[in-house]
């Protein structure tokens, strides 16, 4: 099939390689909604690559909506799914666990806190020590804003291998941590007034940071699949300086932005004449599929795209990075000056080895089996505990550190969480994100990172104790 290059040459992985050839074809509508795809049998004949290759590129299409399964009869292009002038630039540029507080025995379900006891501090420790003693003495005095260039520069072939993220070592600004990339953001593009459509619910620390800048909140809903496009402001009217989304995994409620709802929310971006803050907080951590690729990846000249090490590896790390379209670079370097003049750099250059030789893709597959058998171990647990009442629903599985449970009838107020927090179980409701109240009070984010399996069965236990006598109060 001339139409699709397989490059066995490139450091690109053979099912990425096809994924981004078979988007691009959908997006440039060379074929059209509704027409069948090849089978992935005479697909992997035809290119003479592994029919696993091709069914696992098939997958990931068919997570992110590019295309939808008929029974018994294969696969066919969804509808809608156009972009014009879409164009991809194809160029590869211990053990110390603390869920529990030892004083109160509370089992703590924060979410976003990555297994701590399984960072890998002995392999960590030494590359610190070489990059200590084989670094260059500009490593020790004042750096550059935007960072290491050899991190710079590492980050942008890992992200195009693993997200699809279009990018230059140029483009990236080093920060220290995803919260400093959000204020400088705030910081660049927000004056008192400035308008920001977000997603509602969105992290409550979120809505700080933009306020703070003086910006206007202007709340779009977000469901089980993400930010609800149809719902966006009027785009002249809102005149908005970004829009921010979570489209990987939509925090709180753990959706993944379908393509027909990312490609809507690229042209009401190119209408408004405003940027979008793509905010990849977990990405990596998905369990039913590979990682969606990038909003980014489709438009780059729009997306200001934000990463962060701090729940993949340990928040005590402080690092993240901001991926920039070209004409924001410069604004971006002088903000992370007068901030904090630069990220400490022995870190950055011990996250460059880390990465460039291998450590930080082994660890990650690694610690997926861990999240997974903890996701199973509480998805499992709540159903069982809750299977006579039948009125919980468990939404954002697929992917994360942490879960979203609907429970029927139940309203958690500050008195109910008391009472779960003097049951020795602290878990985190929704509502409290919301910027639109009302719509969330049935439901608790319960995060399963940093939590053993053992006290994810004993915390559910604890929950059923106190929500089973609520139901029966109230006759639910």
Not at 410 to 419: A, E, G, Y
């Amino acid at each position: 099939m001339a139409w699709v290059m397989i490059d066995r040459e490139k450091p690109v992985p053979l099912i990425r390689q096809l994924y981004t050839e078979l988007c691009a074809i959908i997006l440039r509508g060379d074929w059209e909604a509704g027409q069948k795809l090849p089978s992935t049998r005479k697909l992997a004949e035809e290119l003479q690559i592994s029919r696993n290759v091709a069914v696992e590129a098939y997958e990931q299409l068919y997570a992110e909506g590019y295309i939808e399964s008929r029974q018994g009869s294969g696969y066919y292009v969804s509808a809608g799914i156009y972009l014009e002038q879409h164009a991809r630039h194809i160029e590869v540029l211990s053990t110390r666990e603390i869920p529990v507080d030892s004083a109160s025995q509370t089992i703590d379900f924060r979410s976003g806190v990555p297994a701590l006891e399984h960072f890998p501090r002995t392999t960590w420790g030494k590359i610190v020590q070489r990059v200590c003693q084989e670094a260059p003495l500009s490593a020790f005095g004042y750096g550059r804003p935007e960072g290491r260039f050899e991190l710079r520069q590492v980050i942008s072939r890992y992200l195009y291998r693993t997200r699809g993220v279009q990018c230059k070592p140029e483009q990236i600004v080093i920060t220290s941590g995803a919260t400093q990339a959000l204020t400088l953001i705030a910081k660049v593009l927000l004056t008192s007034g400035s308008r920001v459509v977000i997603e509602d619910p969105i992290t409550q620390d979120i809505q700080t940071i933009f306020k703070t800048a003086g910006a206007v909140l202007l709340p779009v809903p977000a469901d089980e699949f993400g930010l609800v496009t149809d719902q966006l402001p009027d785009p002249h009217a809102s005149s908005p300086s970004f829009v921010f989304v979570t489209p990987s995994h939509q925090f709180p409620l753990g959706g993944t932005l379908p393509i027909k709802r990312r490609l809507q929310l690229i042209r009401y971006a190119r209408e408004s004449g405003s940027y979008i803050v793509e905010d990849d907080y977990d990405s990596e951590f998905r369990y039913d599929s590979p990682p969606i690729s990038s909003l980014q990846g489709l438009a780059e000249e729009r997306v200001i795209y934000i990463g962060s090490f701090s729940k993949i590896l340990s928040p005590g790390l402080r690092l993240g990075y901001l991926v920039l379209p070209l004409d924001l670079v410069e604004r971006y370097q002088s903000a992370k000056w007068f901030s904090d003049l630069h990220t400490p750099t022995i870190e950055q250059l011990a996250l460059a080895v880390f990465i460039e030789e291998g450590h930080l893709e082994k660890y990650i597959n690694r610690v997926k089996k861990v999240y997974r058998k903890r996701r199973q171990t509480l998805c499992e647990a709540l159903e069982r505990a809750f299977s006579e009442t039948g009125n919980i629903r468990i939404l954002g599985a697929s992917a994360g550190l942490h879960i979203v449970v609907s429970f029927a009838g139940i309203r958690f107020s500050p008195v109910l969480l008391n009472q779960l927090e003097n049951t020795g179980v602290r878990v985190y409701p929704v509502e409290e994100h919301a910027l639109s109240p009302g719509r969330h009070t049935d439901k608790l984010i319960i995060g399963y990172g940093n939590v053993s399996e053992q006290q994810i069965e004993e915390g559910v236990r604890r929950l059923y104790s106190v929500l089973s006598s609520v139901e029966n109060a109230a006759g639910v």
